[in-house]
């Protein structure tokens, strides 16, 4: 069973950066997983704000961006807001034709 | 504009039966693919299934057998069938647009979820 690991939570000051990971705890994370980012506020919808591991969708700010850092897909904020705060979810394709997501991590901004 | 809009959601007793429905607009069925992905209550998300552009299904393992994804691309709307409901399947079900890749060599990750509707809420209990 593929298992994808996220920080639970976080916390970042306004204007700070702030890097939000996604592993796999059995292999490496690389582009062939097709990382893909979303923003979840309480009550909504996700929101993709990353696919293929660097590619920012539509309207998303460039204070968001993605990469492979070591062995794992990373999202980072660079100079949080206030309205930043909210879910981030992960999501990998490690072949098969199987989804994972990683479990979330709460973003704090204070 | 891109819109999809689920429907079908409610309560359920344990070991029934639901179909849910995602009205697509925007967009035909037989260039995007689309998912299901779901959420229980105070949890994070979990992919259900994918239906292809060409009609080729794929499903979570932990489901299988009883959730299974379908389309009528005359009516674009995308249908997931649930049986043997439990009580952990209680959660809102999304379903998710795909991007574009109408080729049998796209690799399957590239068919992220890009495009979201609001949700269906299902309750299974007694």
């Known amino acids: 069973q593929t298992v994808v690991t996220q920080e639970p939570s976080l916390s970042v000051s306004p204007g700070g950066t702030v890097t939000i990971t996604c592993g796999l705890r059995s292999d490496s994370v690389s582009g062939t997983d097709y990382p893909t980012w979303y923003q979840q506020t309480a009550g909504q919808a996700p929101r993709m704000l990353i696919h293929s591991t660097d590619t920012r969708s539509s309207g998303v700010p460039d204070r968001f961006s993605g990469s492979i850092l070591g062995n794992k897909a990373a999202l980072t904020i660079t100079g949080a807001q206030a309205d930043d705060e909210s879910d981030y979810y992960c999501?990998?394709?490690?072949?098969?034709?199987?989804?994972?997501f990683g479990g979330g991590t709460k973003l704090t901004v204070l | 504009q891109v819109q999809l809009v689920e429907s079908g959601g409610g309560v359920v007793q344990p070991g029934g039966s639901l179909r849910l429905s995602c009205a697509v607009s925007?967009?035909?069925?037989?260039?995007?693919?689309a998912h299901w992905v779901r959420q229980a209550p105070g949890k994070g998300l979990e992919w259900v299934a994918f239906?292809?552009?060409?009609?080729?299904?794929y499903s979570a393992d932990s489901l299988r057998g009883r959730f299974t994804i379908s389309r009528d691309t005359s009516k674009n709307t995308v249908f997931l069938q649930m049986n043997s409901l439990r009580g952990e399947d209680t959660a809102v079900y999304y379903c998710t647009k795909t991007s574009y890749c109408k080729s049998i060599t796209c690799p399957l990750g590239y068919y992220y979820m890009d495009v979201w509707g609001k949700g269906t809420t299902v309750t299974v209990a007694s």
């Open positions: 999501v990998l394709c490690p072949g098969g034709g199987n989804w994972v």
């Open positions: 925007g967009f035909p069925l037989t260039t995007y693919g």
């Open positions: 239906i292809r552009y060409d009609g080729n299904k």
